[in-house]
């Protein structure tokens, strides 16, 4: 491609900038080959001229297009350079806050200067097994790699972490040292991964310290190698340390602090093991408060101090050496405060010996004190002939002390790392190690010494290395790919490195001057101009005599001579160094020992003491520990560390430190430039761009550039072809590209280039769709305006036409009102005539009318008087006659009767007469009284009647008489006139007053309309009060139902916080349940490795689960099919306390309604004992005063029953035995089994036939035996009828009516003094007899209806308590109605449902109570139906074995077959010395193929029916036994199919089967509600298993637990190919380039990728097999819960750490894939396991890649979308969200600020990824089985012969 083709106008480029060093610029022109100007337009919108040097064609470069803006690895982009890199960093470290980025195979960290959660155990199990692309970039992914590679190639790594100080290079290096403690734990219990760990601690403590561009910087470099084993556990470790800043120890620049262990025993100075050291405040001490501040914000020494010494009590130093570490620290400190006065001279000095801190550091040191306060001032100089002892000044003897504390701090220091070193050896064989290099990056400061010129002189080492590294995998990638390639021409630091350490170089020069006695820094300055002043490398500067410049690989840098030889000698005097050698203390004494000639060995401590307490040192020996000056010893230790760099395969990390502020999430271009070229990763981009850095596969590279193919040259069959025909038509230049084995690859540039043909390609087709959609939305819009015009004209028309109808009509209603008008203004005048008329008449009418009534009211009148007067006369003379005819009857009657009289009286004087009448005469002397009576009441009766009669006639005759004579006296009146006169007047008068009354009452009105009108005031002003009242009890009642609401809310989160904290506890148990499991497995594994390693012939370890059987939960899983009765809750409620118990709400309304049940029945039963008192004070009485002669009957028959049931008992059983015996001989007699059958039969029969004959005479026996009993009892010498027998005739005839009691009562007593014995009634007896019958029977008739009545009323009591019971329900629901009244109408609807459903609550429990009691009744009957059927069947088995032995083949396999079917009861015998022969066939042995055309779970229905028998026979130690044998033999099944899923399934099944039978046949009523009849039968009889359930409940729950981990194994390297790379909807996802991505040292050749399906299949496989296995359904919901989770949470976590998986496209390909698993869960019906709701989080992530992500409105959608999902979480995706072509538009950093500030109030966890190693607590819920035990069949298969069954 020519300039003209790239520079063209809209294209991009960077040119320099002062301040941002690159600035982004657009091309507003095409520019042409030899243009001297190009035209640019800045950002700001202002535009520039930038000229373009056309001689050397240096153009701005050309930025990449923003679809590739924010990779993670650099070599993506497509144009290599700096501006690129810097931007490409500044993007990701300030849009998208990441701060790791990969530029090829070098790890970018820049330092966030903040917290990031980005480092917890989650992300660490989340890198772990990935390929280092495919996730984003981190410092786990760089160990994760590490670890891969050493385990595949099997060789040793290492992890090389530069950067200069502050840049995060001891924390990446700790992280990663965190990963390796984390992955490769070790496997032994001496936990070496957490010493590693806990060395770091003590290393920050004693080597890293405060500076101004770090709050912790390392101020030495470590080189740490982690051992693994062959099965790549960390076996230990071991550390070597390089260069310690000992300069810092005595002097601390502004703002910079000591090393942390000095600040950190000072903060701890006031415990009181701490007292001895007499330290204060660090500002106290000199060597501690140069720096101005010695504290750190956010950092407590005191709590770091604790830390550091924990860390060196996990190593393993002892306290008395930690104690002696701080003496030795502390003294340090005292020695710095030693104050050293000069003398007159000048030339020497002195120290006092009341120094109070030279005591201290004597005493902390165990030094004698005079020898040091003199050695401290003077210096012994040693020659050949003799000694002298020399004085110092101030100055050279406070620079001996400070080369004294130097020398103590650097032995320590050396002490230290070679204790921590002991600590982490180990004697195992290490197979393999990796190493992590925390070492100082290239340093340059206004002032370089000696230090800085180490520093950068190791960087140039490392940096050569790291060339040849990168050049090397160059060459191998493509030697592999086999394309043609050309020596790349790289930057090559051997001249500089020559300069340093070749002969006569620069060390070399600096160790010869410092041998020289006088040596200065200005002379071996001089030597190296002299010999060094032609190199390309060194350099003098003009302005300086003793300074020298260095050109480096990064920059040059220019040294100050002043101290080098000072720092390179590290001169400590020998006579200070032989005190501390002489040290009381050991520690002390060993920091100096001379451990070098000793050998591998370590010297014993008597040995070295002798030897350096010598008297007098020899002179000829010299301190052979200083004799190797700094230099020597650095070059020496880099040259090793290389050599060991070398032998390893090397992993890079480059710590950038974005500015000097240290200010979180700020970028400095300047800075961060100056490090990238110093680190090398410029260079490594000149590298990949002199080749081919963009490299695509061939399927990639199809999907993603399909688009510019023609449908003709689309090959679906051969990508590769297709791409290499695509290729050669678009890029004509053939070394722009190179087609490999399985890639493409491409210069820099040509990538950008196909990006923008692509773009190109979807701008024409963008284009043409929209020409497309524009025409056609305006030929849309053209019709629908036409259809409006059309519209327009119809309606206008129309309203025309409508407004002259409108004319027309309203002109013919005009004349239509005229009309009208005119005839009603004629109709009114003529109606008024007519009126007027009318009313004339009317009033003349009338006055004739009234006239004529007037005439007939006074003829009316008239006759009425004469019609009284005429009706007197007449009655007046019908009186007359009537009186006269009486008087004549009564004076003929009054004859005859006198007549008659005599005549009668004539008759009885005759004595026939006389005779006649006295017959019958006692008879009918009371019916003729009676009559008489009669008569006499009805005489009586009339003569009252005539007596009112007659004084009424009186009365009415009176009033006749007054009528006559005031009628007489109005007639006697002359004038008519005058009494009508007085009439109107009277009328008058009684109208005035009612005028008066109607004044009266008008004024009453008025007074009365005036109070009622105040009174309707008064109402209305109560009615405003009542109005204010009613709206503040309104918002009492708002304000209290939102208490309300809040209390609901409150109990409903107690609630779920107490079931969370349940499930929590269940959790927390099956954790502790798993950790126990897995310290048995570790405890055998030992065990087995001990009895290889070493066998004792005397000690053998017995299997005993002694303490699996001890073992309980505190919080047992409890299923609601578990729950018994109320008496069965209240005992659960006992064991898990109340507070557990409250969480089943049934089980509380349970409790609570039997506590009111409990109220109720105590009350009735109080007024039931109340009454029985009463009842029996009566009876007492009565017993006191008369006998009971119906008790004493009905003891006499209980008695006589008794004994006759006790010989009718004795009879049978004596009959029984005869019929038993003669059964025997008959059968003995017998030759058939049928006829022997036939007579058994039929003598039952005659035998049942007896007995209820037998039953019938027995009963009537007993009745006439209790007749004549109570007839003996009642007969006495004089039989009469006592007195007091009349209550109870009153008794037994309640009923009749009381004249008819008083007349049987007289009759009786009539009889009584006629008669006095039953003989006069009857001669015979029988009529007495007879009597006493019925009186027998009127007692018993009594007697029923007593109990009768007694029924009565007790029902009708109970009738009373319910309807008292209903009256108290219906006040409470009447006041329940009040209150809900008074609510809100949404309270009211709520307060409704609580209360319907707290009713059918009630009804629910109240019919489940009922169901539980008819079960109960159920089992009771059929208990006592077990033990009849048992009775029955011994007596059978006892008859036959009567019957003696005799062959009878055919007979007796007749005999068997029905004993089998009739006997079994299903159980089986084994012998004791069978079991281990059972456990092998049954368990050990057993394959799951063997039963499966069986029914599911057979061998655990075989051990129970074991188990059956052994309880049968009641052998506790065959069961205790069996049970040991059957735990261990699952458990060495499970331990030796670990990895089978189809194993673990069949043993948790029979595991589980095997817990429901314990519980289903326990005998327990809980657990027997679905049993059959035959079931309970089956119950266990002597032994209580519920330990062995727990232990198997147990059990269960471990293979649960193994069967979750071995099916997450299978499944979890499926699901992130699965769910996120595959593509399940084709050609969806755009691929776009990445760099390094799946390049061949990241994976292992042949990786597998599997597909959405290949995971369905893998789930149809678990769900069949489990199926198949007969394993309960809850479980298998739970398991699917547990593997739904697993998919959700490895799918999110590795799209939360994958920035290529974050886009629109994957979103949808991830919807498809969610809902095909949803599809699937509801084909297997596992809906209701909840593991559709496990994946929310994964379908709300969809949604969100999904959504619009543009405007506030989208923000609130999102929040209100996602809450499932962490605010961490979204704000990671949002950040993470890249488009994939260039017409999608990124996330702005502004709509993510709008989403946390959203968010913000959100309660979330801090935690970013999700924990899929979270397990579910398992609960096993009670299944029983409906199979009966008697009908198992064993197949001969399972070799099961010795097993009989009973």
Same mark, same amino acid.
């Given at each position: 491609?020519?300039?003209?083709?790239?520079?063209?106008?809209?294209?991009?480029?960077?040119?320099?900038?002062?301040?941002?060093?690159?600035?982004?610029?657009?091309?507003?022109?095409?520019?042409?080959?030899?243009?001297?100007?190009?035209?640019?337009?800045?950002?700001?919108?202002?535009?520039?001229?930038?000229?373009?040097?056309?001689?050397?064609?240096?153009?701005?470069?050309?930025?990449?297009?923003?679809?590739?803006?924010?990779?993670?690895?650099?070599?993506?982009?497509?144009?290599?350079?700096?501006?690129?890199?810097?931007?490409?960093?500044?993007?990701?470290?300030?849009?998208?806050?990441?701060?790791?980025?990969?530029?090829?195979?070098?790890?970018?960290?820049?330092?966030?200067?903040?917290?990031?959660?980005?480092?917890?155990?989650?992300?660490?199990?989340?890198?772990?097994?990935?390929?280092?692309?495919?996730?984003?970039?981190?410092?786990?992914?760089?160990?994760?790699?590490?670890?891969?590679?050493?385990?595949?190639?099997?060789?040793?790594?290492?992890?090389?972490?530069?950067?200069?100080?502050?840049?995060?290079?001891?924390?990446?290096?700790?992280?990663?040292?965190?990963?390796?403690?984390?992955?490769?734990?070790?496997?032994?219990?001496?936990?070496?991964?957490?010493?590693?760990?806990?060395?770091?601690?003590?290393?920050?403590?004693?080597?890293?310290?405060?500076?101004?561009?770090?709050?912790?910087?390392?101020?030495?470099?470590?080189?740490?190698?982690?051992?693994?084993?062959?099965?790549?556990?960390?076996?230990?470790?071991?550390?070597?340390?390089?260069?310690?800043?000992?300069?810092?120890?005595?002097?601390?620049?502004?703002?910079?602090?000591?090393?942390?262990?000095?600040?950190?025993?000072?903060?701890?100075?006031?415990?009181?093991?701490?007292?001895?050291?007499?330290?204060?405040?660090?500002?106290?001490?000199?060597?501690?408060?140069?720096?101005?501040?010695?504290?750190?914000?956010?950092?407590?020494?005191?709590?770091?101090?604790?830390?550091?010494?924990?860390?060196?009590?996990?190593?393993?130093?002892?306290?008395?050496?930690?104690?002696?570490?701080?003496?030795?620290?502390?003294?340090?400190?005292?020695?710095?405060?030693?104050?050293?006065?000069?003398?007159?001279?000048?030339?020497?000095?002195?120290?006092?010996?009341?120094?109070?801190?030279?005591?201290?550091?004597?005493?902390?040191?165990?030094?004698?004190?005079?020898?040091?306060?003199?050695?401290?001032?003077?210096?012994?100089?040693?020659?050949?002939?003799?000694?002298?002892?020399?004085?110092?000044?101030?100055?050279?003897?406070?620079?001996?002390?400070?080369?004294?504390?130097?020398?103590?701090?650097?032995?320590?220091?050396?002490?230290?790392?070679?204790?921590?070193?002991?600590?982490?050896?180990?004697?195992?064989?290490?197979?393999?190690?990796?190493?992590?290099?925390?070492?100082?990056?290239?340093?340059?400061?206004?002032?370089?010494?000696?230090?800085?010129?180490?520093?950068?002189?190791?960087?140039?080492?490392?940096?050569?290395?790291?060339?040849?590294?990168?050049?090397?995998?160059?060459?191998?990638?493509?030697?592999?790919?086999?394309?043609?390639?050309?020596?790349?021409?790289?930057?090559?630091?051997?001249?500089?490195?020559?300069?340093?350490?070749?002969?006569?170089?620069?060390?070399?020069?600096?160790?010869?001057?410092?041998?020289?006695?006088?040596?200065?820094?200005?002379?071996?300055?001089?030597?190296?101009?002299?010999?060094?002043?032609?190199?390309?490398?060194?350099?003098?500067?003009?302005?300086?005599?003793?300074?020298?410049?260095?050109?480096?690989?990064?920059?040059?840098?220019?040294?100050?001579?002043?101290?080098?030889?000072?720092?390179?000698?590290?001169?400590?005097?020998?006579?200070?160094?032989?005190?501390?050698?002489?040290?009381?203390?050991?520690?002390?004494?060993?920091?100096?020992?001379?451990?070098?000639?000793?050998?591998?060995?370590?010297?014993?401590?008597?040995?070295?003491?002798?030897?350096?307490?010598?008297?007098?040192?020899?002179?000829?020996?010299?301190?052979?520990?200083?004799?190797?000056?700094?230099?020597?010893?650095?070059?020496?230790?880099?040259?090793?560390?290389?050599?060991?760099?070398?032998?390893?395969?090397?992993?890079?990390?480059?710590?950038?430190?974005?500015?000097?502020?240290?200010?979180?999430?700020?970028?400095?271009?300047?800075?961060?430039?100056?490090?990238?070229?110093?680190?090398?990763?410029?260079?490594?981009?000149?590298?990949?761009?002199?080749?081919?850095?963009?490299?695509?596969?061939?399927?990639?590279?199809?999907?993603?550039?399909?688009?510019?193919?023609?449908?003709?040259?689309?090959?679906?069959?051969? $990508?590769?072809?297709?791409?290499?025909?695509?290729?050669?038509?678009?890029?004509?230049?053939?070394?722009?590209?190179?087609?490999?084995?399985?890639?493409?690859?491409?210069?820099?540039?040509?990538?950008?280039?196909?990006?923008?043909?692509?773009?190109?390609?979807?701008?024409?087709?963008?284009?043409?769709?929209?020409?497309?959609?524009?025409?056609?939305?305006?030929?849309?819009?053209?019709?629908?305006?036409?259809?409006?015009?059309?519209?327009?004209?119809?309606?206008?028309?129309?309203?025309?036409?409508?407004?002259?109808?409108?004319?027309?009509?309203?002109?013919?209603?005009?004349?239509?009102?005229?009309?009208?008008?005119?005839?009603?203004?004629?109709?009114?005048?003529?109606?008024?005539?007519?009126?007027?008329?009318?009313?004339?008449?009317?009033?003349?009418?009338?006055?004739?009318?009234?006239?004529?009534?007037?005439?007939?009211?006074?003829?009316?009148?008239?006759?009425?008087?004469?019609?009284?007067?005429?009706?007197?006369?007449?009655?007046?003379?019908?009186?007359?006659?009537?009186?006269?005819?009486?008087?004549?009857?009564?004076?003929?009657?009054?004859?005859?009767?006198?007549?008659?009289?005599?005549?009668?009286?004539?008759?009885?004087?005759?004595?026939?007469?006389?005779?006649?009448?006295?017959?019958?005469?006692?008879?009918?002397?009371?019916?003729?009284?009676?009559?008489?009576?009669?008569?006499?009441?009805?005489?009586?009766?009339?003569?009252?009647?005539?007596?009112?009669?007659?004084?009424?006639?009186?009365?009415?005759?009176?009033?006749?008489?007054?009528?006559?004579?005031?009628?007489?006296?109005?007639?006697?009146?002359?004038?008519?006139?005058?009494?009508?006169?007085?009439?109107?007047?009277?009328?008058?008068?009684?109208?005035?007053?009612?005028?008066?009354?109607?004044?009266?009452?008008?004024?009453?009105?008025?007074?009365?309309?005036?109070?009622?009108?105040?009174?309707?005031?008064?109402?209305?002003?109560?009615?405003?009060?009542?109005?204010?009242?009613?709206?503040?009890?309104?918002?009492?009642?708002?304000?209290?139902?939102?208490?309300?609401?809040?209390?609901?809310?409150?109990?409903?989160?107690?609630?779920?916080?107490?079931?969370?904290?349940?499930?929590?506890?269940?959790?927390?148990?099956?954790?502790?349940?798993?950790?126990?499991?897995?310290?048995?497995?570790?405890?055998?594994?030992?065990?087995?490795?001990?009895?290889?390693?070493?066998?004792?012939?005397?000690?053998?370890?017995?299997?005993?689960?002694?303490?699996?059987?001890?073992?309980?939960?505190?919080?047992?899983?409890?299923?609601?099919?578990?729950?018994?009765?109320?008496?069965?809750?209240?005992?659960?409620?006992?064991?898990?306390?109340?507070?557990?118990?409250?969480?089943?709400?049934?089980?509380?309304?349970?409790?609570?309604?039997?506590?009111?049940?409990?109220?109720?029945?105590?009350?009735?039963?109080?007024?039931?004992?109340?009454?029985?008192?009463?009842?029996?004070?009566?009876?007492?009485?009565?017993?006191?005063?008369?006998?009971?002669?119906?008790?004493?009957?009905?003891?006499?028959?209980?008695?006589?029953?008794?004994?006759?049931?006790?010989?009718?008992?004795?009879?049978? $059983?004596?009959?029984?035995?005869?019929?038993?015996?003669?059964?025997?001989?008959?059968?003995?007699?017998?030759?058939?089994?049928?006829?022997?059958?036939?007579?058994?039969?039929?003598?039952?029969?005659?035998?049942?036939?007896?007995?209820?004959?037998?039953?019938?005479?027995?009963?009537?026996?007993?009745?006439?035996?209790?007749?004549?009993?109570?007839?003996?009892?009642?007969?006495?010498?004089?039989?009469?009828?006592?007195?007091?027998?009349?209550?109870?005739?009153?008794?037994?005839?309640?009923?009749?009516?009381?004249?008819?009691?008083?007349?049987?009562?007289?009759?009786?007593?009539?009889?009584?003094?006629?008669?006095?014995?039953?003989?006069?009634?009857?001669?015979?007896?029988?009529?007495?007899?007879?009597?006493?019958?019925?009186?027998?029977?009127?007692?018993?008739?009594?007697?029923?209806?007593?109990?009768?009545?007694?029924?009565?009323?007790?029902?009708?009591?109970?009738?009373?308590?319910?309807?008292?019971?209903?009256?108290?329900?219906?006040?409470?629901?009447?006041?329940?109605?009040?209150?809900?009244?008074?609510?809100?109408?949404?309270?009211?609807?709520?307060?409704?449902?609580?209360?319907?459903?707290?009713?059918?609550?009630?009804?629910?429990?109240?019919?489940?109570?009922?169901?539980?009691?008819?079960?109960?009744?159920?089992?009771?009957?059929?208990?006592?139906?077990?033990?009849?059927?048992?009775?029955?069947?011994?007596?059978?088995?006892?008859?036959?074995?009567?019957?003696?032995?005799?062959?009878?083949?055919?007979?007796?396999?007749?005999?068997?077959?029905?004993?089998?079917?009739?006997?079994?009861?299903?159980?089986?015998?084994?012998?004791?010395?069978?079991?281990?022969?059972?456990?092998?066939?049954?368990?050990?042995?057993?394959?799951?193929?063997?039963?499966?055309?069986?029914?599911?779970?057979?061998?655990?229905?075989?051990?129970?029916?074991?188990?059956?028998?052994?309880?049968?026979?009641?052998?506790?130690?065959?069961?205790?036994?069996?049970?040991?044998?059957?735990?261990?033999?699952?458990?060495?099944?499970?331990?030796?199919?670990?990895?089978?899923?189809?194993?673990?399934?069949?043993?948790?099944?029979?595991?589980?089967?095997?817990?429901?039978?314990?519980?289903?046949?326990?005998?327990?009523?809980?657990?027997?509600?679905?049993?059959?009849?035959?079931?309970?039968?089956?119950?266990?009889?002597?032994?209580?298993?519920?330990?062995?359930?727990?232990?198997?409940?147990?059990?269960?729950?471990?293979?649960?637990?193994?069967?979750?981990?071995?099916?997450?194994?299978?499944?979890?390297?499926?699901?992130?190919?699965?769910?996120?790379?595959?593509?399940?909807?084709?050609?969806?996802?755009?691929? $776009?380039?990445?760099?390094?991505?799946?390049?061949?040292?990241?994976?292992?050749?042949?990786?597998?990728?599997?597909?959405?399906?290949?995971?369905?299949?893998?789930?149809?496989?678990?769900?069949?097999?489990?199926?198949?296995?007969?394993?309960?359904?809850?479980?298998?919901?739970?398991?699917?819960?547990?593997?739904?989770?697993?998919?959700?949470?490895?799918?999110?976590?590795?799209?939360?750490?994958?920035?290529?998986?974050?886009?629109?496209?994957?979103?949808?390909?991830?919807?498809?894939?969610?809902?095909?698993?949803?599809?699937?869960?509801?084909?297997?019906?596992?809906?209701?396991?909840?593991?559709?709701?496990?994946?929310?989080?994964?379908?709300?992530?969809?949604?969100?890649?999904?959504?619009?992500?543009?405007?506030?409105?989208?923000?609130?959608?999102?929040?209100?979308?996602?809450?499932?999902?962490?605010?961490?979480?979204?704000?990671?995706?949002?950040?993470?969200?890249?488009?994939?072509?260039?017409?999608?538009?990124?996330?702005?950093?502004?709509?993510?600020?709008?989403?946390?500030?959203?968010?913000?109030?959100?309660?979330?966890?801090?935690?970013?990824?999700?924990?899929?190693?979270?397990?579910?607590?398992?609960?096993?819920?009670?299944?029983?089985?409906?199979?009966?035990?008697?009908?198992?069949?064993?197949?001969?298969?399972?070799?099961?012969?010795?097993?009989?069954?009973?």
């Amino acid at each position: 491609m020519s300039v003209g083709e790239l520079y063209t106008k809209y294209t991009k480029v960077w040119i320099p900038d002062p301040d941002e060093v690159w600035k982004s610029a657009e091309i507003i022109k095409d520019y042409k080959e030899g243009d001297a100007i190009l035209h640019l337009k800045l950002e700001d919108e202002s535009i520039i001229e930038y000229p373009v040097n056309t001689k050397a064609n240096q153009l701005p470069f050309l930025r990449n297009p923003d679809i590739l803006v924010g990779e993670n690895d650099l070599t993506a982009l497509s144009y290599l350079h700096e501006p690129a890199v810097l931007h490409n960093l500044k993007v990701r470290f300030l849009e998208s806050n990441h701060i790791y980025t990969y530029c090829g195979i070098v790890l970018v960290a820049i330092n966030p200067y903040e917290q990031v959660p980005i480092y917890g155990e989650d992300v660490i199990y989340a890198y772990s097994g990935q390929n280092m692309g495919d996730m984003d970039p981190h410092v786990f992914a760089v160990a994760e790699e590490a670890y891969k590679q050493m385990a595949r190639d099997e060789k040793n790594q290492s992890i090389i972490v530069s950067g200069e100080s502050g840049a995060g290079k001891t924390v990446s290096a700790k992280y990663a040292m965190r990963y390796f403690a984390t992955v490769g734990g070790s496997e032994s219990e001496a936990n070496v991964e957490e010493k590693v760990l806990a060395s770091s601690p003590i290393m920050e403590a004693i080597g890293n310290a405060k500076t101004t561009r770090n709050d912790n910087s390392s101020r030495f470099g470590k080189y740490i190698q982690i051992g693994f084993d062959r099965r790549y556990h960390i076996i230990g470790a071991n550390m070597r340390t390089y260069l310690l800043e000992k300069s810092r120890v005595v002097f601390q620049a502004e703002d910079e602090r000591n090393y942390h262990i000095f600040y950190q025993l000072c903060a701890s100075s006031s415990l009181p093991e701490f007292k001895d050291l007499a330290l204060t405040s660090a500002d106290d001490f000199f060597y501690t408060s140069q720096g101005g501040n010695i504290f750190i914000k956010g950092v407590n020494d005191a709590e770091d101090f604790q830390k550091t010494r924990q860390a060196f009590t996990l190593l393993g130093v002892k306290e008395s050496h930690q104690i002696g570490i701080y003496k030795i620290i502390a003294a340090i400190l005292h020695l710095g405060n030693v104050e050293i006065f000069s003398e007159r001279d000048g030339d020497s000095c002195n120290i006092s010996k009341e120094d109070e801190h030279l005591n201290h550091f004597c005493d902390l040191l165990g030094v004698e004190h005079d020898q040091m306060q003199h050695w401290l001032c003077h210096r012994k100089l040693v020659t050949t002939a003799e000694t002298y002892v020399k004085t110092m000044s101030k100055q050279q003897a406070i620079n001996a002390r400070n080369a004294l504390a130097k020398h103590i701090y650097a032995q320590l220091f050396n002490w230290i790392v070679e204790h921590v070193n002991k600590a982490l050896h180990t004697t195992i064989k290490q197979h393999s190690f990796i190493g992590v290099l925390d070492i100082y990056g290239f340093e340059t400061f206004e002032f370089n010494s000696f230090e800085q010129f180490c520093i950068n002189y190791a960087n140039e080492k490392l940096q050569q290395q790291f060339n040849s590294h990168v050049f090397k995998l160059e060459q191998e990638e493509y030697m592999k790919e086999q394309i043609p390639w050309t020596l790349i021409d790289f930057y090559d630091n051997q001249p500089c490195i020559d300069l340093i350490e070749a002969k006569l170089g620069i060390l070399d020069l600096l160790d010869e001057e410092c041998k020289v006695p006088k040596g200065t820094d200005q002379n071996w300055a001089q030597k190296l101009y002299d010999r060094h002043s032609n190199s390309q490398h060194f350099q003098k500067p003009r302005m300086s005599n003793t300074s020298f410049i260095i050109v480096h690989f990064a920059d040059k840098v220019e040294y100050q001579s002043d101290g080098f030889l000072e720092k390179n000698r590290d001169t400590v005097y020998e006579e200070q160094i032989n005190i501390l050698k002489a040290s009381k203390y050991q520690l002390v004494a060993d920091l100096f020992h001379d451990n070098k000639e000793a050998g591998p060995t370590t010297p014993s401590v008597k040995t070295l003491r002798i030897n350096i307490r010598s008297a007098r040192p020899s002179p000829q020996i010299p301190n052979r520990e200083h004799k190797k000056t700094v230099g020597h010893q650095f070059r020496n230790s880099l040259q090793l560390l290389m050599e060991t760099l070398n032998a390893t395969t090397p992993h890079y990390v480059r710590c950038i430190k974005p500015n000097d502020e240290k200010l979180p999430f700020s970028f400095d271009p300047s800075r961060a430039v100056q490090q990238l070229r110093a680190c090398g990763v410029l260079e490594t981009i000149r590298i990949s761009a002199a080749g081919y850095p963009s490299r695509w596969t061939y399927p990639d590279f199809f999907n993603r550039y399909r688009v510019l193919m023609s449908k003709k040259s689309i090959v679906l069959s051969d $990508k590769k072809a297709a791409c290499r025909n695509l290729l050669e038509n678009l890029i004509k230049d053939p070394d722009k590209f190179q087609f490999g084995k399985s890639k493409i690859f491409f210069r820099a540039g040509q990538v950008a280039y196909l990006e923008k043909l692509r773009a190109d390609k979807f701008r024409s087709a963008c284009i043409m769709i929209q020409k497309t959609v524009k025409g056609w939305l305006q030929k849309v819009k053209y019709r629908r305006i036409r259809k409006a015009a059309i519209t327009l004209q119809r309606y206008g028309r129309g309203f025309l036409a409508r407004r002259q109808a409108e004319k027309l009509r309203q002109t013919r209603a005009a004349v239509v009102f005229q009309k009208q008008f005119r005839m009603l203004r004629i109709r009114r005048a003529f109606l008024k005539v007519r009126k007027s008329v009318i009313t004339i008449q009317a009033f003349a009418r009338g006055m004739f009318v009234r006239r004529i009534y007037h005439e007939l009211l006074l003829d009316h009148k008239a006759s009425i008087i004469q019609k009284y007067a005429r009706g007197w006369m007449a009655r007046k003379k019908f009186g007359r006659a009537r009186n006269a005819a009486i008087v004549i009857q009564c004076a003929y009657r009054r004859l005859c009767a006198r007549r008659e009289l005599k005549q009668l009286k004539i008759e009885a004087r005759s004595a026939e007469h006389l005779k006649k009448l006295n017959i019958g005469m006692e008879n009918k002397i009371v019916q003729l009284q009676r009559k008489v009576d009669e008569q006499n009441k009805e005489y009586k009766f009339l003569s009252e009647q005539l007596h009112s009669i007659s004084t009424a006639y009186a009365l009415e005759v009176e009033k006749l008489r007054r009528e006559l004579e005031q009628h007489r006296g109005r007639q006697e009146d002359e004038n008519l006139v005058v009494s009508l006169q007085q009439e109107v007047e009277k009328l008058h008068t009684d109208l005035e007053t009612v005028e008066k009354e109607k004044k009266q009452l008008e004024e009453l009105y008025s007074s009365e309309k005036a109070s009622l009108v105040k009174r309707v005031a008064d109402l209305e002003e109560e009615n405003t009060l009542l109005k204010h009242e009613k709206e503040n009890m309104n918002q009492r009642i708002l304000s209290q139902s939102k208490d309300s609401e809040d209390q609901v809310m409150n109990r409903s989160m107690k609630e779920s916080q107490m079931k969370a904290d349940l499930e929590e506890e269940r959790s927390r148990y099956q954790n502790l349940l798993k950790e126990y499991s897995r310290l048995e497995q570790r405890y055998e594994n030992l065990y087995e490795e001990m009895s290889l390693v070493k066998f004792h012939p005397g000690h053998r370890r017995n299997p005993s689960n002694q303490s699996s059987l001890e073992s309980d939960s505190n919080y047992p899983s409890i299923s609601t099919s578990e729950l018994g009765d109320t008496d069965d809750s209240m005992q659960q409620v006992e064991e898990l306390g109340l507070e557990k118990a409250a969480m089943d709400m049934t089980l509380f309304l349970k409790l609570q309604k039997r506590v009111r049940e409990l109220e109720q029945e105590r009350r009735r039963l109080q007024t039931d004992l109340e009454k029985m008192e009463e009842q029996a004070k009566k009876k007492g009485n009565e017993y006191k005063n008369s006998p009971d002669p119906d008790r004493d009957a009905d003891s006499a028959y209980n008695c006589l029953k008794r004994q006759e049931l006790e010989s009718e008992n004795k009879k049978l $059983k004596n009959d029984l035995n005869e019929l038993r015996k003669a059964i025997a001989e008959r059968a003995t007699q017998n030759n058939s089994s049928n006829e022997l059958q036939e007579s058994y039969n039929l003598l039952l029969n005659q035998l049942k036939t007896a007995n209820e004959e037998l039953e019938v005479r027995k009963e009537e026996v007993l009745i006439l035996r209790t007749q004549i009993l109570s007839s003996v009892q009642q007969k006495e010498p004089n039989i009469h009828i006592e007195g007091n027998r009349i209550p109870e005739w009153n008794n037994g005839i309640k009923h009749l009516d009381g004249d008819e009691s008083i007349e049987s009562y007289e009759n009786i007593c009539e009889t009584k003094n006629k008669s006095q014995d039953w003989g006069y009634l009857n001669e015979d007896g029988e009529l007495g007899l007879a009597y006493q019958g019925l009186k027998q029977v009127a007692r018993l008739l009594e007697a029923q209806l007593q109990s009768q009545s007694m029924q009565h009323k007790e029902e009708l009591e109970a009738l009373h308590a319910q309807i008292d019971g209903l009256k108290d329900e219906v006040e409470r629901r009447q006041e329940l109605l009040a209150q809900t009244l008074q609510l809100s109408p949404e309270a009211q609807v709520e307060f409704s449902i609580q209360q319907e459903i707290t009713r059918l609550t009630n009804e629910n429990l109240d019919l489940k109570e009922l169901v539980e009691k008819l079960e109960k009744n159920e089992k009771k009957l059929k208990k006592q139906l077990r033990i009849y059927m048992k009775k029955v069947q011994e007596l059978e088995v006892n008859q036959v074995t009567v019957q003696p032995e005799r062959p009878r083949p055919e007979l007796t396999r007749q005999a068997t077959v029905q004993r089998k079917e009739k006997d079994f009861e299903g159980m089986l015998e084994y012998h004791k010395e069978d079991e281990p022969l059972l456990v092998k066939n049954l368990i050990s042995d057993m394959k799951p193929q063997m039963v499966s055309a069986t029914v599911p779970c057979l061998p655990a229905y075989i051990l129970f029916m074991c188990i059956r028998h052994a309880d049968y026979i009641n052998d506790d130690q065959k069961v205790h036994s069996l049970f040991n044998a059957t735990i261990n033999g699952i458990k060495r099944v499970l331990k030796k199919h670990n990895d089978d899923v189809e194993m673990t399934s069949f043993w948790l099944a029979n595991t589980s089967r095997l817990l429901h039978c314990l519980k289903q046949y326990s005998g327990d009523e809980a657990f027997m509600t679905q049993n059959t009849a035959k079931q309970n039968e089956h119950c266990l009889k002597n032994f209580d298993l519920s330990e062995y359930r727990q232990v198997l409940s147990d059990l269960s729950i471990q293979i649960y637990q193994q069967l979750i981990r071995v099916a997450e194994g299978t499944l979890q390297p499926m699901i992130v190919s699965a769910m996120l790379e595959s593509e399940s909807i084709q050609s969806l996802s755009g691929v $776009k380039p990445m760099g390094y991505r799946k390049r061949s040292s990241s994976m292992v050749d042949g990786d597998n990728c599997y597909s959405l399906e290949a995971v369905i299949r893998q789930l149809n496989a678990f769900y069949n097999t489990m199926c198949d296995h007969g394993l309960d359904p809850e479980i298998i919901q739970q398991v699917f819960k547990q593997l739904f989770y697993l998919i959700n949470a490895i799918t999110l976590n590795n799209l939360l750490l994958r920035k290529d998986m974050c886009s629109w496209s994957t979103g949808m390909q991830l919807r498809y894939n969610i809902s095909q698993l949803e599809e699937w869960i509801r084909g297997k019906n596992l809906h209701q396991s909840g593991a559709t709701s496990t994946l929310e989080p994964l379908i709300q992530a969809a949604q969100l890649l999904q959504i619009k992500k543009k405007t506030t409105d989208d923000a609130e959608a999102i929040c209100s979308l996602c809450a499932a999902l962490t605010t961490q979480q979204i704000v990671k995706i949002l950040n993470l969200y890249t488009p994939l072509n260039e017409f999608e538009e990124r996330v702005t950093v502004s709509f993510i600020r709008t989403i946390q500030a959203q968010l913000q109030d959100r309660q979330d966890t801090p935690q970013l990824l999700l924990d899929f190693k979270h397990t579910f607590p398992v609960l096993f819920p009670y299944t029983p089985s409906a199979l009966s035990l008697d009908s198992l069949h064993i197949p001969a298969s399972l070799n099961l012969t010795f097993l009989t069954r009973v």
